[in-house]
Structures are given as structure tokens and as C-alpha cells.
């Protein structure tokens, strides 16, 4: 299994500023990605986080507004930049061990964002 | 795009199985998953099925696949407190990645 640590679990934050999520995990993972939970609403795929080279994003979602760096096969980062209200929500990150261990895509806790 | 519907709200009595249904419209879905969010804590995977199954028990858990009609449903036996939770359904082509989330149906037990 994978043990997966986002911080900060939650914060509040000022309107047009950036907020940076971090997400480590315990072992290597092939693939890592960050997932997006609007008050209410289901999980939104925001983008895969490739290792060495830049994330891959969904549809409705920008690099501009969401940085996002794999420095290595363990370490991810999101960044929320200019923020408003309409960003509060929950980030999560999620991470998918190599396929020889035939497991499951883990979740971390995630990170409770408001924007006042 | 891909489209995963679910009841939003359940209210079950201790002891009693509960039933919670999914539609989902990707014809190319090959894993459907059950996955358990409780307060403050992030996913959990109950299970995940096959697209070219119709069935898969894990002890109190028994997920039914009518693939025809695109429909999922999961049944726990013997519900107790401890399942109070927000039950998401999703469904990907790949294992793990790029999933499709229902909105999620927020299962409350009653004593």
C-alpha cells in the first residue's frame, strides 16, 4: 500500500493570493494526480502530474492558474494562483503504485481551501 | 462527456442493507469502483469491478454490474454506524486513472 500526505490539511486565504498544496507519498509511484472537490459537488480530475516534464491538464483547468511540479517519483505540488472564493474547495491528490503491485489509486485527505 | 449520476442522499436503519445505485453513460468504461469518503478523511477504495463482470462480493460488500443499462450498484449488508459516509461511484477506461466521480450519495445510519 501507499500512504499519501497532503499539506497543509486546510487554510484560508486572502483573495488574489497563491496557495501551494504539497503531496508526498511513501514509495515511487508511476503516475500522480490532483483532483479538485467543490463544496457539494463530486471529484473533478484537474491534471496528471508527470514526472520531469509538465503536467497534463483537463479541460477547464490552465497551468496559469494551476501550476503543478513532479520534481521526482514521490513529490508532487499544486498551486491555487490569484485566488478567488470560487476556488474554495477540497484538493486532492492521488497517486498509482506500479502495476506489478496490482493495487489501488490512493487518496490523501486532502486540503480544505477557503478563499475570504 | 463521460457522466456518472447518483442518488444524493440515503437513510438506512442499523441492521438493515442498504442500496446504493449508479448510472454512468461511458460505454468505454472498463473498472467501475466504489469508493468511501469519510469526514475528514480522504478515499478509500471499497471495490472495483470489471467492466465484463456482473458481480463481485467482499464480505459485508456486493457490487452488481448491469452493463447493458449501464448501471451499478452497491449493497451492504448489515449496515452498521461505522458506514455513515459519502459512497462515490466512478468509473475509468485505465486502471486508476483519469477516474469519473459521481456526485456522491451520503449514506446516514439510524439507530
Known amino acids: 500500500s501507499a500512504v499519501i500526505s497532503q499539506k497543509p490539511s486546510r487554510d484560508i486565504c486572502q483573495r488574489g493570493t497563491s496557495l501551494t498544496i504539497q503531496c508526498q507519498v511513501d514509495s515511487q509511484v508511476t503516475m500522480m494526480f490532483w483532483y479538485r472537490q467543490q463544496p457539494g459537488q463530486s471529484l473533478t480530475l484537474i491534471a496528471t502530474a508527470n514526472q520531469g516534464s509538465e503536467a497534463t491538464y483537463e479541460s477547464g483547468f490552465v497551468i496559469d492558474k494551476f501550476p503543478i511540479s513532479r520534481p521526482n517519483l514521490t513529490f508532487s505540488t499544486l498551486t491555487v494562483s490569484n485566488m478567488s472564493p470560487e476556488d474554495s474547495s477540497i484538493y486532492l491528490c492521488?497517486?498509482?503504485?506500479?502495476?506489478?503491485?496490482?493495487?489501488?489509486?490512493?487518496f490523501g485527505q486532502g486540503t480544505r481551501l477557503t478563499v475570504v | 462527456g463521460e457522466d456518472v449520476e447518483q442518488s444524493l442522499f440515503l437513510s438506512v436503519r442499523e441492521g438493515d442493507s442498504s442500496v446504493i445505485n449508479c448510472t454512468y453513460t461511458?460505454?468505454?468504461?472498463?473498472?467501475l469502483y466504489w469508493y468511501k469518503q469519510e469526514p475528514g478523511a480522504g478515499l478509500q477504495l471499497l471495490t472495483y469491478?470489471?467492466?465484463?463482470?456482473d458481480m463481485k462480493q467482499d464480505q459485508r460488500l456486493t457490487v452488481l454490474l448491469n452493463k447493458k443499462d449501464k448501471h451499478l450498484s452497491l449493497r451492504i449488508a448489515d449496515t452498521q454506524t461505522g458506514d455513515s459516509a459519502i459512497y462515490f461511484c466512478a468509473e475509468s477506461r485505465d486502471y486508476g486513472q483519469n477516474f469519473v466521480f459521481g456526485p456522491g450519495t451520503r449514506l446516514s445510519v439510524l439507530p
Open positions: 461511458d460505454s468505454s468504461s472498463t473498472y
Open positions: 492521488s497517486a498509482l503504485l506500479p502495476p506489478r503491485l496490482n493495487t489501488e489509486a490512493f
Open positions: 469491478i470489471f467492466s465484463n463482470m
